[in-house]
């Protein structure tokens, strides 16, 4: 197969033209205008790591086998529902976040003439997904599957993102709400399911295999999940915005980051005190006292301590699977975020 990447993006074109040429819908020239520069701004946009890692699986479960031309668009078809279900995810969330980056560039509804009609667009990437899947999967044995598989993860991401929300709610901030197993259960249901499991278990049922085999499977993924949004959690903070592609803004939205779930572990009555009056506040001055305390707190120790420990657990389970290609989809997946940068 050619370079992937590219062979990934022509798809994109392909699935693009069959939406911008939707027989349900009579588009005029400006429409399909609005949405072509929506589709591109939002959903190619990215790195596009969770949809070409669809095609990485499949690939890992054929063991070696050379992908058919159906079988290559088709994998490359389902990693771009997920790179829509991602772009619908943050479109919605940026607004819901009042962002103003992502991935290096102002969030979409920052931009000239978009604004709330930003909501609608979310609403469209949703459904793009169903109309992805219905005219490129409807005849495979594992379509009502797949439609299931993608419900069911969007409903899991859209409760974890409720936790999320009424977790950190504006109205009452209280510190006092926040721990390691709230923690937790935002990230397994508002990033894991989605990032980490849903790739692996469209490759597994293109494969042919009964996900209701697999929960094994699915629950190193989700702690992969948890591992992936610590790092998201200490980026945020500590990386460099140029090498991230977007401001962190945890502590000025009073995030349930693990950085200030380890912080209120470790501090004593003088820096809870500290954490209390200025987590959640958006002036420079309170954002560099939460920041000056989590190196007092040596959190940056405390981060690498926790990679180290989660790198040889998940090491440990993966080895253990009984399958040498679930091994190796599971170990690639693990490579591809030990120590990241971004």
């Known amino acids: 197969m050619a370079d992937l990447k590219s062979t990934f993006l022509d798809v994109y074109s392909i699935l693009k033209s069959d939406l911008l040429q939707d027989p349900s819908f009579e588009f005029t020239h400006e429409s399909r205008q609005w949405l072509e520069r929506m589709l591109d701004y939002n959903v190619r946009g990215g790195k596009l790591n969770r949809g070409l890692s669809v095609v990485d699986s499949y690939k890992l479960l054929k063991q070696g086998q050379d992908l058919t031309e159906k079988e290559a668009f088709l994998s490359c078809a389902l990693g771009w529902c997920i790179e829509w279900l991602q772009a619908y995810f943050l479109v919605l969330d940026d607004i819901m976040d009042n962002s103003v980056t992502r991935r290096g560039q102002p969030c979409w509804f920052r931009k000239p003439k978009v604004g709330m009609i930003a909501i609608n667009d979310g609403i469209l990437l949703r459904n793009h997904i169903h109309r992805i899947l219905k005219k490129h999967f409807r005849e495979m044995p594992y379509y009502v ?182 091994q190796a989809v599971l170990k690639s997946f693990l490579a591809k975020i030990y120590k990241r940068q971004k």
């Open 145 to 326: 599957d797949l439609v299931d598989l993608f419900n069911e993860v969007e409903f899991q991401t859209a409760c974890g993102q409720m936790i999320d929300l009424i977790t950190t709610f504006d109205g009452e901030k209280d510190l006092s709400k926040y721990s390691l197993q709230i923690h937790r259960r935002i990230v397994q249901y508002k990033t894991a399911y989605y990032s980490f499991y849903l790739p692996v278990a469209c490759a597994l049922l293109m494969a042919g295999e009964n996900l209701e085999n697999h929960t094994d499977v699915k629950n190193v993924l989700v702690d992969m999940g948890i591992y992936f949004q610590v790092q998201d959690d200490y980026l945020d903070c500590f990386a460099d915005p140029e090498t991230l592609g977007k401001i962190g803004t945890d502590i000025e939205d009073f995030k349930c980051s693990w950085l200030v779930v380890k912080a209120l572990e470790r501090c004593n009555e003088e820096q809870t005190k500290i954490l209390y009056e200025n987590y959640g506040k958006a002036e420079p001055s309170n954002v560099a006292k939460v920041k000056a305390l989590y190196k007092e707190l040596d959190l940056e120790g405390a981060f690498m301590e926790y990679e180290k420990e989660s790198y040889e657990k998940l090491t440990k389970l993966i080895e253990a699977h009984q399958s040498k290609a679930i």
